[in-house]
Structure formats: C-alpha cells, structure tokens
Nanobody, 115 residues
Framework: QVQLVESGGGLVQPGGSLRLSCAAS????????MGWYRQAPGKQREWVAT???????TYADSVKGRFTISRDNAKNTEYLQMNSLKPEDTAVYYC?????????WGEGTLVTVSS
C-alpha cells in the first residue's frame, strides 16, 4: 500500500515562501505522475500542479510563475516550492500520485498566508 506524507506547511506572511514535501513509502519512479492539489475553507479541492515521470510540469494559472513542482526519485519525494504567497493561497495542500489508473492521496498539510 502506497503512503504519501506531506510536510512543510505553516503560517507565512504575504510575499513569503514555503516549501512543501511529499514523502512516499516506496519508489516514486513507477508513478506516471505526481502533483499537488489544495482545498481552501468552504471551497472545492482544486488542482495546483503536476509533474510527469519524464519531468514535464504543468501549473494552474493561479500559481504559474510563483510555484515550482519538482521530484527527487532517489529520495522518493516530491516538492512544491511556493514563492510570493498570497492570502488566497491559504488552503490544505494535498500530495497526489498516479500509478497506472490508481490514484493515491496524502492527508494534507495546512498553509496559512496571513499578516
């Protein structure tokens, strides 16, 4: 059973940065893709970014130019570097991975952007 564990969330001021990590219980090299989603209070979960097993990346328009997704297969970990954070980035951030047609989710880590 694959387990994904997020870390790195917290409270940050507007304009600040955070780096989220998602550690997998096994090799991530077999995942077709990994990504991040987020869910703000009172809103539906939304897609943030995806990185394929070839390293290609895609981003939601709302985070493009500010967030960077990456993966380290040797450490079985993916990352989300978040810069120039805004209050509207406040949400629980979830790690997501797909192997063949099976999707896996982490439990989430809370990011709060507030002064």
């Amino acid at each position: 059973q694959v387990q994904l564990v997020e870390s790195g969330g917290g409270l940050v001021q507007p304009g600040g940065s955070l780096r989220l990590s998602c550690a997998a219980s096994g090799s991530i090299a077999s995942f077709n893709a990994m990504g991040w989603y987020r869910q703000a209070p009172g809103k539906q979960r939304e897609w943030v970014a995806t990185i394929s097993n070839t390293g290609s990346t895609t981003y939601a328009d709302s985070v493009k130019g500010r967030f960077t997704i990456s993966r380290d297969n040797a450490k079985n970990t993916e990352y989300l570097q978040m810069n120039s954070l805004k209050p509207e980035d406040t949400a629980v951030y979830y790690c997501h991975a797909v192997r063949n047609v099976v999707a896996y989710w982490g439990e989430g880590t809370l990011v709060t952007v507030s002064s």
